[in-house]
């Protein structure tokens, strides 16, 4: 079992950057795919971006995002970020985390199977 926190959000103004950390606990966490999502007022969750398991690393982002947002992770301290630049009222969302056993990372979210609470995202123009 892999228990997830995020933290980070919160209330910014358009072309401010923010933070976001998860911090994941359980298994180890090096082994993961982590991935971060997104769900807007209204809207069904969206694809953020993924990073994928130590030995391979690779990252990847939807369209939205790409050029804007980065995603890294810090397995010593079992934490994976997204550092979000330039944000957008179009950012705003709950932005949840989520760990993918299989360590390649993916888009769907039916390739994770553990998810954080969320954490509000809100971004005024």
């Known amino acids: 079992q892999v228990r997830l926190v995020e933290s980070g959000g919160g209330l910014v103004q358009a072309g401010d950057s923010l933070r976001l950390s998860c911090v994941a606990s359980g298994r180890t966490f090096s082994s993961y795919a982590m991935g971060w999502f997104r769900q807007a007022p209204g809207k069904e969750r969206e694809f953020v971006s993924t990073?994928?398991?130590?030995?391979?690393?690779?990252?990847y982002y939807s369209s939205s995002v790409k050029g804007r947002f980065t995603i890294s992770r810090d397995n010593a301290k079992n934490t994976v970020y997204l550092q979000m630049n330039n944000l957008k009222p179009e950012d705003t969302a709950i932005y949840y985390c989520a760990a993918d056993y299989q360590g390649f990372g993916a888009s769907t979210e039916s390739s994770y199977e553990f998810w954080g609470q969320g954490t509000q995202v809100t971004v005024s123009s």
């Open positions: 990073i994928a398991k130590s030995d391979l690393f690779n990252t």
